[in-house]
Nanobody
Framework: QVQLVESGGKLVQAGGSLRLSCAAS????????MAWFRRAPGKEREFLGS????????YYLGSVRDRFAISRDNDKNTVYLQMNSLKLEDTAVYYC?????????????????WGQGTQVTVSS
């Protein structure tokens, strides 16, 4: 299975933008649907969205639908999370996750392979 390493997290001002990357090892990355999650201090883990392995379709939860975008580059074995109009409440550790040929890439439970996370802090 793939191993995942997130990067790109940092301190950013509210209203700014940030792009996170998740690099995957292995030669079968194109067979994996990828997802992004986050865990804010004192809160449960939140599923943000995912991107399909077959056709690159994306799915987002309502809370970030209009501000965040997921994309992938199979040649680079990398998935991205573009975050715009950042808010204080976006402060969290962000994780990518993978699911090999999932039945439904929109289902959170499909994603069982995790990265270590990257910290995003939004300041006022």
């Amino acid at each position: 299975q793939v191993q995942l390493v997130e990067s790109g997290g940092k301190l950013v001002q509210a209203g700014g933008s940030l792009r996170l990357s998740c690099a995957a090892s292995g030669r079968t990355f194109s067979e994996y649907a990828m997802a992004w999650f986050r865990r804010a201090p004192g809160k449960e883990r939140e599923f943000l969205g995912s991107i399909n392995w077959r056709d690159g379709r994306t799915y987002y939860l309502g809370s970030v639908r209009d501000r965040f975008a997921i994309s992938r580059d199979n040649d680079k074995n990398t998935v991205y999370l573009q975050m715009n109009s950042l808010k204080l409440e976006d402060t969290a550790v962000y994780y990518c996750a993978a699911a090999r040929r999932p039945y439904d890439f929109k289902r959170e439970i499909e994603f069982q392979v995790w990265g270590q996370g990257t910290q995003v802090t939004v300041s006022s």
